[in-house]
């Protein structure tokens, strides 16, 4: 368990963070967005539940660090063309915690819920998830090591989501 | 048939180069399909290992139709509607599971998982009623081939074989990539929806002219070795196996390489266990042919898609609105391969795949461009003039020629005009 004093402080920090990442991602900044992982990030939006295995169960994506590299390479070619033109977001971030049980290796665990409104070609669409966070100070800097984003429908028929969730 | 001119209106749509843009947008057209279509002929429902256990089911579609597919007690594959035969309740709302009956939440009327009715609540109010005529509706024919099931709502019309004809053998081909000679669908489904006429899906999956340019995005930043396979210098194929069943046959091009596993970008040094295995089940050379000649890539009218490391069951629920159920293919024996299905089909297909987010954006593209009313057409000509006969009489063109189109629109028109 944190001290309320640090908790707070990192409270702070985490916060800050995760407004920004979710900036990156609705302006499309693709490699600001790729610069905030770590080398062994892993990227992670289950299908069918939020408990599947990802080794032996079909995931949205399950994206390991190259190809998180691979999935911001294909955006940044512009002919990408589900993104080509881009989806209009914006997204809000709340219900960031601290969680109760922290990782042993010094990773910060965090959750927020998301929402998210898409406007592409196809239509208007209201994303809504759950987002797991294991957060690590790499050089005094936030970087993301693992993120698990826990769509409320994904058990469901969903359109492309072809832009950063 | 119109009276006036004699032509039927299938006739006016459908041209041998060519197709009416309303085909794909027209919402009667849509109705009479589910009834020409999808209620009639043999229609892909789910494989058998998703069931390995007496008295598993899973839930699956004929187009809006909800089926539950069982394994009842004797071990028999059932389709059964998922419909209460007293008030049209669904009877089952999980996906899978494992159970000998299904009771109504409504007014608790049980099935066995056979489509028995076993039981009413309070029967005395049913002094005299036959519970034989009060089962679940079912789909009237059921027949698998090598696990895959089928069903059809018509009584009589050609067997599943019949249906399959020389598709057939391009199942023959992916089974025998598993050293035990079975296809397992065990991975889980990605849900992929998209707001465009299932015809897009279908006649998309073996357009091999679209690879080049669609999917540029992916080839250009991932050291593909698929963008090769449909350029103009490309022996491969298009065939089309009449039925309405079409393929894209890369063994020409793979041939050429003559390098076990480089269908899947591997090779033999990388899948050691899956190399034992084969030559231990097939032997040395018939393994190499396996191993060389790799999975198909055919579309099985109207719904069932292989497409060498996935299987796409493509679901119509409105004029505009379809979905992309995919898996990876896995194979009995082989997990070292599998492994390795499940992390390509991942990156590839379902809403965020590398691949199928561009397909499916181009689905939905090409049904708003056909609202527009001029020209009315779709050309569909590419390749007519240098289309030619294979060795079994089959229609073959280029990989980037339109012959599978042209085979699924003959189809098509043959199973929407009166008999």
Known sequence: MLSRESSTTLMSAVTAFLYREARLQDEHQYEAWEKLWTDDGVYWVPANGADIDPERQMSIIYDNRSRIALRVRQLMTGKHFTQTPQSNLRRLISNIELMDEQPDNGDIAVASNSLIFESSLRDDTLWAARNEYRLRHVDGELRIAHKKVILVNNDKAIYTLSFLV | ?419
């Open chain 2, 1 to 419: 048939m119109n009276m006036m001119t004699g032509v039927s209106p299938w006739e006016r749509l459908i041209r041998p180069d060519r197709v009416h843009g309303s085909l794909y947008t027209d919402p009667e057209i849509f109705e009479a399909e589910l009834k020409n279509i999808w209620y009639r002929t043999w229609v892909y429902v789910g494989h058998e290992s998703e069931v390995p256990n007496a008295n598993d089911y899973v839930v699956k579609s004929i187009g809006p139709q909800s089926v539950i597919m069982t394994r009842d007690e004797q071990g028999k594959v059932n389709l059964l509607l998922n419909r209460c035969s007293h008030r049209g309740n669904q009877v089952c709302s999980f996906e899978r599971g494992n159970a000998r009956s299904f009771t109504c939440p409504f007014h608790s009327w049980t099935f066995a998982n056979d489509g028995r009715l076993v039981g009413y609540a309070f029967p005395d109010g049913y002094e005299g009623q036959d519970k034989a005529q009060l089962a679940l509706g079912r789909v009237t024919r059921v027949e698998s081939y090598r696990g895959f099931v089928f069903g059809s709502f018509a009584a009589d019309g050609p067997t599943l074989k019949e249906h399959l004809g020389g598709a057939a053998e391009t199942i023959d081909r992916l089974v025998r990539t598993s050293p035990e000679g079975e296809v397992e669908i065990t991975a889980g489904f990605l849900k992929h929806r998209v707001k465009a006429n299932w015809k897009f899906i279908l006649e998309n999956e073996c357009d091999g002219y679209h690879p080049a340019f669609v999917h540029t995005s992916i080839f250009g930043v991932a050291d593909s070795m698929i963008g090769k396979l449909y350029g103009g210098a490309s022996t491969a194929l298009t065939r089309d196996y009449g039925n309405g069943h079409t393929e894209i046959d890369l063994r020409p091009e793979f041939r050429k390489r003559d390098a076990p596993m480089s269908w899947f970008g591997t090779s033999e040094e990388r899948l050691p266990d899956y190399t034992a295995r084969m030559k231990a089940a097939y032997g040395d050379t018939a393994a190499r042919e396996i191993m060389i000649d790799g999975t198909p890539h055919v579309m099985i009218f109207p719904n069932l898609f292989i497409a060498e490391i996935q299987m796409f069951v493509i679901q119509p629920l409105g004029v505009d609105d379809s979905v992309q159920h995919v898996t990876a293919l896995q194979f009995k024996g082989a997990p070292d391969l599998n492994r390795r299905l499940r992390q390509q089909t991942m990156g590839s297909v379902g809403p965020a795949g590398f691949l199928l987010a561009d397909d499916s954006e181009m689905y939905e593209r090409c049904h708003r461009g056909v609202l527009a009313r001029n020209p009315e057409w779709i050309f569909l000509g590419r390749g007519e003039k240098r289309q030619r006969q294979d060795e079994l009489g089959f229609t073959v063109g280029h990989v980037t020629d339109e012959v599978p189109s042209r085979g699924i629109w003959t189809h098509y028109r043959k199973l929407m005009e009166p008999a």
